[in-house]
């Protein structure tokens, strides 16, 4: 294999296979896999824009089953800081959304085991009824699998279920590495890797837009990494032609602070901001049929995240009113709305505000800036 060849076929939007984007990871200069990333993104995303949202990650419950070991929030059911969301809450933290500007709860929690399907389908209707207009991104894999698992159906039926009752799109929540190997190792009470795959495969039948994560840098090895964003590629090929699919593929590295994994000594965050951005790089290269590629600028912050617009990467994510699972086990880095704008424009864009589907939206008039400023900003 040769790094000039394989760059060019990636110019081409040629499929590149996993070993051959091993040996990308492993041999190419950053320089090169930024250069190609740039131009794929140029031809893909064209104009010298860069979107960010306005929307706040809350949780249904912090209850859950499967004892991921990289996970700080959970609780065992019946612990005493155990929780589930009530109504109440909820119109407090929508509420507090629409006068920041936003318009969508990015809704998960964990794996219930009380919370089915009939609790979802009820929660979707009576939060649409209050809020018509907003919109929810909500769940994820691992609990649709969960909820199918408790319901006894299919997943197409949960999903189908959950879209009737308001559900306006899937997150890509809970792929970490998509290698079964890895799985059993980090979060062994999730669904495997065929069923995650396969839980995106029946939402995009169901023409729910989605999008598709990465969470890299414990015990994965870089072929592993690779193998993973070939199966993303190959589930956005058999998506039906109407239907949009991965809307965005979202990377991040492991955050590790107090996690089982980081106490039993199996894994550290030793990820650089050059390697970051070196997978930023290789997300677009060997995603070219996932348009939008988002930089985690919540795990690595804001110059490596700005770097990253120049690797490829085309959005800078949300502004995160509310995130709790991440921050949990470490990430600090905050933007207010003015931030992430001035932020995106230092990197030499324009930023353009947008919905989950990618839509551009205007600035609305109402956000109250003074509370938006109450966000803590922490950038290094």
């Not at 509420?95 to 920041?100: L, V």
């Amino acid at each position: 294999m040769h790094t000039e060849d394989l760059l060019q076929r990636a110019l081409r939007l040629e499929f590149l296979s996993a070993e051959e984007g091993q040996f990308l990871l492993e041999q190419a200069p950053t320089a090169d896999l930024m250069y190609v990333a740039h131009q794929l993104r140029r031809k893909q995303v064209p104009g010298n824009h860069v979107t960010w949202i306005i929307d706040r990650n809350s949780n249904t419950t912090n209850v859950c089953l499967a004892n991921c070991k990289f996970c700080n929030f959970y609780r065992r059911p019946g612990h005493g800081e155990a929780y589930i969301t009530s109504i109440e809450e909820y119109k407090q933290k929508i509420e507090e959304t629409f006068a920041f500007g936003g318009e969508q709860l990015l809704l998960q929690g964990g794996h219930h085991p009380d919370l089915g399907l009939e609790y979802y389908t009820g929660l979707f209707r009576e939060l649409k009824s209050l809020y018509p207009n907003l919109k929810l991104h909500a769940l994820g894999p691992p609990e649709v699998a969960h909820i199918t698992k408790l319901a006894k159906s299919t997943h197409y039926e949960v999903l189908k279920a959950l879209k009737e009752s308001g559900l306006d799109s899937l997150p890509g929540a809970g792929a970490e590495i998509l290698d079964d190997r890895v799985r059993r190792l980090i979060s062994k009470g999730k669904c495997g890797a065929q069923e995650w795959l396969d839980i995106m495969r029946a939402a995009h039948q169901l023409h729910l837009t989605t999008s598709a994560t990465m969470m890299f840098g414990h015990i994965e090895t870089n072929l592993e990494r690779m193998e993973h964003l070939v199966k993303i590629r190959e589930v956005q090929s058999e998506k039906p032609a109407d239907a949009k699919g991965f809307l965005a593929f979202i990377p991040w590295p492991f955050q590790d602070e107090d996690t089982i994994l980081k106490k039993l000594k199996r894994a550290r965050n030793t990820v650089t901001g050059d390697e970051y951005v070196r997978m930023i790089a290789l997300s677009r290269i060997m995603l070219p049929n996932v348009i939008n590629i988002q930089a985690s600028w919540l795990t690595v912050g804001k110059q490596v995240a700005q770097i990253c617009l120049h690797a490829g990467a085309n959005d800078f994510g949300s502004i995160m009113i509310e995130e709790n699972v991440v921050s949990a086990a470490g990430a600090r880095f905050r933007f207010t709305a003015q931030g992430i704008q001035d932020a995106i424009r230092e990197a030499g864009f324009e930023p353009k505000l947008r919905n989950q589907q990618y839509e551009f939206r205007d600035l609305p008039g109402n956000i109250r800036q003074q509370e938006l400023d109450r966000v803590e900003m922490i950038v290094d």
